[in-house]
């Protein structure tokens, strides 16, 4: 394998998930793939990186008071168990379709960020936050997601911040911050389970591992310093080409 190719990978991929609220393992596997890395382990490596990548990239968000608690606690407490039963309905259920369909998702999630209005000036209000109304709606996008993240074998961040913005109207800063919290939960168990069926390459995860760390750290510095409609639509750009990418290229 090439090994200064994985830790480039983990550098970029640190730095993006960092920087647009990712837990970053959706666009590492089939970047790894292309590098030599066999498949079951470009799927299964990315997971256990996340945990710490993530986590470093979110203490630059909880500095500046970006975190919004409720919606973590919500999505953690819901997210978990579904992911759980979205790993198990992979005995029945095939991850083409969901890849393609989740694909075309991110691409038109990025489309609304980006043609829509600023996500500051849409952002919900207090009164709003508090209903019944969000509340149910926080409860589906934690299941969705956490069931996607069990069916893909990833995170889940790559949809979190997105429907977070797209569904609650959150704002971006916070959404990106929570999508890293969650991300980093929603990948313990997708670690676990990989672990003891022996699909994680220790030495790829230690590569990958040193250089996403700290570029996720960097990336998160940039986000929470940039102007938030730049960072806005900078965002909708990057749901849009990962998604057609992933959309024209496959996985």
């Known amino acids: 394998m090439?090994?200064?190719?994985?830790?480039?990978?983990?550098?970029?991929?640190?730095?993006?998930?960092?920087?647009?609220?990712?837990?970053?393992?959706?666009?590492a596997t089939p970047?790894?793939?292309?590098?030599?890395?066999?498949?079951?382990?470009s799927v299964a490596a990315p997971l256990p990186a996340t945990i710490p990548s993530t986590l470093v990239a979110f203490s630059a968000y909880w500095r500046r008071d970006l975190v919004d608690r409720q919606v973590l606690?919500?999505?953690?407490?819901?997210?978990v168990p579904a992911t759980v039963v979205g790993a198990l309905a992979t005995l029945w259920i095939g991850g083409g379709p969901l890849v393609t369909a989740t694909d075309v998702v991110v691409?038109?999630?990025?489309?609304?960020?980006?043609?829509g209005p600023d996500a500051a000036d849409d952002a919900i209000?207090?009164?709003?936050?508090?209903?019944?109304?969000?509340?149910?709606?926080?409860?589906?996008?934690?299941a969705v997601v956490g069931l996607a993240a069990g069916l893909l074998a990833n995170s889940g961040g790559f949809l979190l911040a997105p429907l977070y913005i797209a569904v609650l109207r959150m704002p971006l800063k916070p959404a990106f911050a929570c999508s890293l919290a969650v991300a980093?939960?929603?990948?313990?168990?997708?670690?676990?389970?990989?672990?003891?069926?022996?699909?994680?390459?220790?030495a790829v995860v230690a590569v990958f591992g040193?250089?996403?760390?700290?570029?996720?750290?960097?990336?998160?510095r940039v986000a929470v310093r940039s102007d938030a409609r730049w960072l806005g639509r900078a965002y909708g750009?990057?749901?849009?080409?990962?998604?057609?990418?992933?959309?024209v290229f496959g996985r």
Request: glycine share 16%.
């Open 184 to 202: 980093a939960a929603l990948a313990v168990p997708g670690t676990i389970v990989h672990a003891a069926l022996g699909h994680i390459d220790w």
């Open 107 to 115: 691409a038109v999630l990025g489309l609304r960020i980006l043609l």
């Open 237 to 247: 750009v990057a749901l849009v080409v990962l998604g057609v990418g992933f959309l």
């Open 125 to 142: 209000g207090d009164a709003e936050r508090d209903s019944l109304g969000f509340r149910i709606r926080l409860g589906l996008v934690s």
């Open 73 to 79: 606690r919500w999505s953690v407490g819901i997210g």
């Open 2 to 27: 090439d090994w200064v190719a994985i830790a480039a990978i983990g550098a970029a991929v640190g730095f993006l998930a960092g920087m647009f609220g990712k837990g970053g393992s959706a666009i």
């Open 210 to 220: 040193l250089t996403s760390v700290p570029f996720s750290y960097w990336g998160a």
């Open 31 to 41: 970047l790894l793939h292309a590098v030599g890395v066999p498949a079951i382990v």
